[in-house]
Nanobody, 116 residues
Framework: QVQLVESGGGLVQAGGSLRLSCAAS????????WGWYRQAPGKQRELVAG???????NYADSVKGRFTISRDNAKNTVYLQMNSLKPADTAVYYC??????????WGQGTQVTVSS
């Protein structure tokens, strides 16, 4: 049983920063590629950033240059550093395997709200 627990969200002003964490258990963390996804009201869930087992990264154009994904294999944790936040970044953020998320693994996510 894989469990993914996201944390670190909150309410911030535009231009602010947040650091999200995804703690994983029940998987072989170090050989997996991981992604951060988000879903805003009325929109489909989308990939915002991915990181491979070798450390290569991928970002959605909308967050490139502002967000940074990283991982700490010793802690079984994936991070998303979000800077220069915009109201359009408001969404629930989730972690999962990348590029193929597993439907049963979606957690509760963590809410990020950016005020104008």
């Amino acid at each position: 049983q894989v469990q993914l627990v996201e944390s670190g969200g909150g309410l911030v002003q535009a231009g602010g920063s947040l650091r999200l964490s995804c703690a994983a258990s029940g998987s072989i963390f170090g050989i997996n590629a991981w992604g951060w996804y988000r879903q805003a009201p009325g929109k489909q869930r989308e990939l915002v950033a991915g990181i491979s087992s070798g450390g290569s990264t991928n970002y959605a154009d909308s967050v490139k240059g502002r967000f940074t994904i990283s991982r700490d294999n010793a802690k079984n944790t994936v991070y998303l550093q979000m800077n220069s936040l915009k109201p359009a970044d408001t969404a629930v953020y989730y972690c999962n395997y990348w590029p193929l998320p597993v439907k049963d693994y979606w957690g509760q996510g963590t809410q990020v709200t950016v005020s104008s």
